[in-house]
């Protein structure tokens, strides 16, 4: 019972408070100005006379706390608590709303206008707030959007108290006066700095927002400029010389009329090296290791290929052609160089990438921790020598020529031979340079010289090709080089 009547009693009592805020007629003590804007009624409205805003006039303080007085912004311990500016309210009205009301003879107010120059202040005496007033600013105004005086910011310093009356700013002019005077010493203090790393100049609160032409002087230390390729020759032999491009269009020129050639030449040359990769390197590869295990499991593990002799290898093909047919054919890939082991390791690391990405023109790779010499033989005359053997397989047999070199014999000529440019017959590739390597094209007696370098050897291969497709309708001899053939011409496109 004790229970229910408490809550009986909880219960008549919220009712009450709710009827008496909601039934109960209540009145609002507003002005006649905020009657109108939010629309009241007069019967619960209590309209008052307004309140004029009249200053209060206070006699300066001699001492003050130390926050009092100063922006939150520009305080510093440092300071002296008298130490800021003091701007009379004729000269402040037009920049707050909260100050417009004030008489034009006030000597002090609540709101604290903050500047911190790099420089000493010569301008304006000390001066308190008036007891009451906020220990911060209130508003600022329009004074923000001042142009350069919005972006005023800088390390606060000390004021130095003036000694006339001619220090004190009493209007618009005199102020807008002082802030240019102000801020053309701290731009010609930027602009001769050259530390870059000092606190003045770094990205800090109080220089944030400046314009970049206020470090143009030390951004002119690290401007970007392209960069003039120098007329003195490379130090890398891989570089090739300036008008190598304008050579090249020169030589093309004789060969078709078309100077839009060089704009595929980029895009045909990775195609070339795609082509050998794929249709030469990485198959012989392939059957090389092939081979290599059968003769282990014949019991020839002395005969393995990259171990064995040029020699050795080229009696075991004789011996052993019955049972391992392609061994001949591998012994013409390797008949190059007496080292056998670099060879074949150095045709494995080419077949590898897709596109012989560790082709090396002028020079070898490294074998064993022993660096590429001249008693190796270049990437180039590895890559052109097993292009040469490739073409020897697919043409057919001459009887001129028994050792099977049909295309190396009639197309492929190397010094110290000389061609003989008066057979008007001759179509070959003549290698005029063995380190470092450089090839020359000679058709119906003339001598195609393209450019040195690292494209060399793929430009004149190239080149002998795109004759074959436009001159010889795609036929070399008997073998045809397009879809029906060898399918190489499709590098060139339509």
């Not at 009205?93 to 120059?117: A, K, V």
């Amino acid at each position: 019972l004790a229970f229910a009547s408490l809550f009986s009693l909880n219960a008549l009592f919220d009712f009450w408070r709710y009827f008496k805020y909601t039934v109960a007629p209540t009145s609002l003590v507003v002005s006649p100005g905020q009657q109108s804007l939010l629309g009241l009624r007069n019967a619960v409205v209590q309209t008052t006379p307004p309140h004029e805003l009249v200053p209060k006039r206070t006699p300066p303080s001699t001492t003050s706390s130390p926050v009092q007085g100063q922006s939150v912004l520009s305080y510093s311990p440092s300071r002296s608590p008298s130490a800021s500016p003091k701007f009379p309210a004729s000269c402040m009205s037009s920049y707050s709303p909260q100050l417009q009301g004030l008489s034009g003879g006030s000597g002090s107010f609540g709101t604290s206008m903050s500047y911190s120059p790099g420089s000493s202040y010569n301008k304006g005496p000390p001066f308190s707030p008036s007891p009451g007033s906020p220990p911060y600013p209130t508003s600022i105004g329009p004074m923000d959007t001042g142009g350069m005086r919005s972006r005023y910011r800088s390390s606060p310093t000390v004021y130095n108290s003036p000694t006339g009356k001619e220090d004190y700013m009493t209007d618009l002019k005199s102020l807008e006066s002082f802030l240019r005077g102000e801020e053309e010493k701290q731009h010609r203090v930027q602009l001769g700095s050259l530390d870059s790393s000092s606190p003045s100049s770094s990205p800090t609160f109080w220089n944030y927002s400046r314009s970049m032409a206020d470090y143009a002087q030390m951004l002119r230390k690290f401007q970007y400029q392209p960069a003039c390729r120098s007329q003195a020759p490379s130090a890398h032999k891989d570089e090739a010389d300036l008008s190598s491009k304008q050579a090249a269009e020169e030589v093309w020129a004789r060969v078709s009329m078309s100077r839009q050639l060089l704009d595929h030449m980029d895009s045909w040359t990775a195609k070339f090296r795609n082509w050998i990769n794929e249709t030469i390197l990485v198959p012989l590869v392939q059957e090389m290791e092939s081979v290599s295990t059968q003769l282990r499991r014949m019991g020839c593990p002395e005969l393995q290929i990259g171990d064995a002799s040029i020699s050795s290898l080229k009696q075991a093909a004789l011996v052993k052609a019955p049972l391992i047919p392609t061994l001949n054919m591998i012994v013409q890939y390797l008949d190059l160089t007496p080292n056998q082991e670099y060879l074949v390791e150095r045709i494995k690391e080419l077949s590898q990438g897709g596109c012989m990405s560790s082709f090396r023109w002028n020079r070898g790779g490294d074998f064993k921790a022993r660096k590429w010499d001249t008693d190796l033989p270049t990437d180039s005359a590895i890559v052109m020598h097993v292009f040469c053997t490739y073409l020897d397989s697919r043409l057919p047999p001459h009887p001129k020529y028994p050792d099977g070199k049909t295309f190396t014999s009639q197309h492929f000529i190397q010094m110290p031979d000389k061609p003989d440019i008066s057979n008007e017959n001759l179509f070959c590739i003549y290698q005029s340079s063995i380190n470092p390597p450089h090839y020359e094209l000679i058709y119906q007696r003339d001598v195609y010289n393209l450019p040195k370098g690292r494209n060399n050897m793929f430009h004149t291969l190239l080149m002998f090709l795109y004759i074959i497709k436009t001159k010889e309708s795609g036929m070399l001899g008997r073998v045809n080089l397009g879809l029906s053939g060898m399918n190489v011409l499709w590098i060139f496109g339509d």
